[in-house]
Each structure stands twice: as C-alpha cells, then as structure tokens.
C-alpha cells in the first residue's frame, strides 16, 4: 500500500512536531485530538516552526502555506479510517495508549500499519490488544521533531519485516535517520538517558550540587549542549517520572528506582518548562 494520507493522534508537542514532519515532506496528515482547542494550538504552533523554517532560508514561504493546507485537524477519532498510516503520540500511560490501539484497530482497516511514537511502553503490549500485531511498530521521533534526525524504530515480537521496512522508508522520506531497535523497556535512548537524568537529581536531593553546577559538569565536563536537569524540564518531568516507571516495572532492577526529588515534583505540578517551573523557572 502506498502511503499518502497520514494519522496522527494527539497534538501535543511530539503529534504536533510529527505532523509539521509529515505535512513538509508532502504527505496528506489527518491531526486528531480530543478538543479543537489542543488541535488550534497544535496547528499555531506548527506555524511558528515552519516559519522559523522560512526565516532560515530552509523553507520557502509558499512551502509553508502549502505543508499547513495538507494539515486537516480533526476531533472524531473515526476519520482516521480514511488513512493509509497513522502514529499514535498520545500520552506515556500504557492505560491511554491500549484504549487508542484498540480502537484504531476498529476503525481502521487491516491493512494499514498502526505506529506508536512511544517512548519506553512495550510495543509487544500494545500490538497484543490489536488482531494486527504483525503491523504495530514503534516509531519513536525526538523532541523537537522538525529538528532531530533520529527516529528508532522498534520491532515488536511480532511485528513484520514487511511493517519494519515500510516504516523504515517512511522515516527517510521524512529525512530522518532510521535506527533499528528491539522491543525492550525505555527501548535504547531512554534505558541510557533517564538513568543519567534520574541519578542528576539524585546529586541535587542529596546536597553534592545545585542544578546549575550539575548541569554546567556535563556542559563543559562532556560537552553535552545542555545540562541533564534543563533537559529534563524540557522533556517534562512527569514524562521522565512515566518512563521511570516502565524501566522499573519492566526491568525490576532498583537501579531504575525514580528520584524521591522526581516524584515530590511532579506531585507539586512542577513538571519543567511547560508549567513554567521545574528544576528552573521559565
């Protein structure tokens, strides 16, 4: 099946991100999300980026007009079945995610290839609650997605080569670089980086430093272009806490056990740059 008209559910920073990828790259992208106002901030910001594209001399002024006309925003989850793909981007709890994939299965006809931009859940879970597990795959893209190059594409237990190849094409038309992973919690990036992340706070809740020396070690100490405490507020530490969890849970080894520090933030709202507090204010 050729691929031309494109799913995206949820439009939060990563669905909105993977739909501004898609509508640039010529694909028709049907944006769906639970209220219009999710969908109107969606497509604004959207506009934003592509215009800073613009700006930049990567994009021309009528490419942006004509990568926000392929960009339908839609409320009824129903009208994905006129898709040929679709991305699920919604939010990192298994519970959210298996509703949405049994319903996409519904809906959507056996052919088509039902993706998940998740960031650690099992990709073997989820395609167990469809009657296609053989063409559920993880497609998981990096913050900010119009930007970042990486996208790992997770095979499932089941998942077929037919799935992972057509995925695989898909990302380098998006002009993305495909890195093959297998199923596993927090798959490679996340098992690696929330671990590193996680034992930063642990440096601030036990006193060695604040967050601006933590972060200043990795940015002068490894070079890293930003410290591990302002990616995180960046990220969102509820997300950070969600994926904490799924290596715990997963995995079963203390070593993925989350930062006391984490938790009592996430509890006070303090979730990082999107709630305007974090390990910094914004």
């Given at each position: ?194 671990p590193l992340l996680n034992e930063a706070m642990f440096a601030v ?25 302002t990616l995180a507020d960046f ?48």
């Amino acid at each position: 099946m050729e691929i031309r008209r494109v799913g995206v559910v949820g439009a939060g920073t990563m669905g909105n991100g993977i739909a501004h990828v898609f509508a640039r790259n010529g694909f028709q992208v049907l944006l769906c999300d639970i209220e219009q106002r999710f969908l109107d901030r969606a497509l604004e910001t959207i506009s934003t980026n592509l215009e800073r594209e613009v700006a930049k001399g990567k994009l021309g002024a009528e490419d942006k007009a004509a990568a926000l006309k392929r960009i339908e925003p839609v409320v009824e989850r129903s009208q994905l079945a006129s898709c040929d793909f679709i991305v699920e981007a919604a939010t990192e709890k298994f519970e959210v995610k298996a509703e949405l994939f049994r319903d996409l299965d519904r809906i959507c006809p056996p052919g088509v290839i039902l993706a998940s931009n998740t960031s650690s859940i099992s990709i073997t879970r989820l395609a167990a609650l469809t009657k296609r597990p053989e063409k559920v795959i993880g497609m998981h893209f990096f913050n900010p997605v119009p930007v970042m190059r990486l996208v790992e594409v997770i095979r499932g237990l089941a998942t077929s080569q037919a799935t992972f190849d057509t995925v695989r094409e898909l990302a380098l038309k998006l002009e993305k670089t495909p890195v093959e992973v297998n199923d596993a919690p927090g798959f490679v990036s996340n098992r690696v980086l929330m671990p590193l992340l996680n034992e930063a706070m642990f440096a601030v809740m036990e006193g060695v430093a604040e967050p601006e020396a933590v972060d200043e070690v990795f940015k002068l100490g490894m070079n890293h272009p930003m410290g591990p405490l302002t990616l995180a507020d960046f990220i969102g530490l509820d997300v950070c806490l969600d994926i904490m969890r799924v290596l715990q849970d997963g995995l079963g080894d203390p070593k993925y056990r989350p930062c006391p520090l984490l938790i009592k933030m996430v509890d006070a709202g303090w979730l990082g740059k999107k709630s305007g507090r974090g390990f910094y204010k914004y």
